[in-house]
């Protein structure tokens, strides 16, 4: 008889290997691929009602997609605003860690106030955004009124709701999103900037042909995050807009919640969510794929 190759020592390493991945194998299908599998099972039914049960309506609702206009303003609302915050919010994001990051007088208090926002629950940042915001009396409209400028309503028009919206969302992002930038700013050899220097680049070329390459691992992270939240943040909209006006600032995931809680229509909203998820699915892979091969690790 032939020994097994791992040996006895390897068996019981690939049984421990598989015993401490057990409890995060346990925790991530419980909490995100049963509940993925169930959703879209859901959304091949209509919605018991009453004595009425569940019935089996197969793609009935994923085409019913195709011709609901408010599903297709929310989905490009939601673009809109994906593309309205992901890239502002990073630059501004690396833009502040580098400020923070050089030595300037008051550097600690810089930071808090940078990190502020970030700690600030989204209802709270909601309604001081929303005494910004409002007609006549908003902060905005007292500095135009100073000017001699007309008050605007910022949040009632559908010219304006939307990039409102986007304003306070990356008021809130940035920060957080700088804390990541800070430390891997931190972790980047001082060596690599100053050889740099003495081969005679200027500070932009420093930043391009060093700094940044050495932050694409970090960028790739925050980028992730940042479009996750793109398709995930609609606690602001309760306070601001309620998706108004007239579904101008209405969001997939807002949407959803109306269409599950609001009008009680689970299947539809089941179907609704696995287009979101596809779409950040895809999303996530083209990044990694394609982002990835741009990362330069230490």
């Known amino acids: 008889m032939t020994a097994h190759p791992l040996g006895n020592g390897g068996r019981l390493a690939a049984i421990h290997g598989w015993l401490l991945l ?3 194998a346990v925790l ?3 909490f995100t691929h049963y509940p993925a599998v169930a959703t879209f099972w859901h959304s091949l039914f209509t919605t018991p009602r009453g004595n009425r049960p569940a019935r089996f309506i197969g793609a009935d609702h994923y085409r019913d997609l195709l011709a609901d206009p408010i599903f297709w303003t929310a989905l490009q609302n939601n673009l809109v605003f994906a593309a309205g915050t992901i890239l502002p919010s990073i630059a501004l994001a690396m833009a502040m860690a580098l400020w923070v990051n050089a030595r300037i007088v008051g550097r600690g208090l810089l930071r808090l106030a940078y990190f502020t ?4 629950p989204m209802i709270a940042v909601a309604n001081i955004w929303l005494f910004f915001y409002t007609p006549d009396y908003g902060l905005f ?5 100073l000017f001699g400028l007309p008050a605007v309503n910022w949040l009632g028009s559908g010219d304006t709701a939307l990039g409102a919206v986007i304003v306070v969302t990356v ?3 940035a920060g957080f999103f700088m804390i990541f930038y800070l430390a891997a700013l931190q972790q980047i050899p001082p060596e690599l900037g100053e050889a740099a220097q003495l081969e005679g680049a200027s500070r932009w070329q420093r930043f391009w042909r060093v700094t ?3 932050l694409m691992p970090t960028t790739l992270f925050v980028l992730i995050n940042a479009t996750i939240n793109a398709f995930r943040l609609v606690d602001h909209l309760f306070v601001l807009t309620r998706g108004g006006p007239d579904n101008a600032t209405s969001l997939l995931l807002y949407y959803i919640y109306e ?3 609001k009008f009680w229509d689970q299947g539809y909203a089941a179907a609704l969510t696995m287009v979101l998820l ?8 083209l990044k990694f794929f394609w982002l990835e091969r741009k990362v330069h690790y230490q």
């Not at 409209?141 to 009124?145: E, I, K, M, P, T």
């Open 22 to 24: 057990l409890p995060a």
């Open 28 to 30: 991530l299908a419980a």
């Open 117 to 120: 926002p970030t700690v600030l």
């Open 141 to 145: 409209d007292q500095l135009r009124g």
């Open 171 to 173: 008021w809130k992002e």
């Open 212 to 214: 940044f390459p050495l």
């Open 259 to 261: 269409v599950g809680f």
């Open 278 to 285: 596809s779409l950040l699915a895809t999303v996530a892979l």
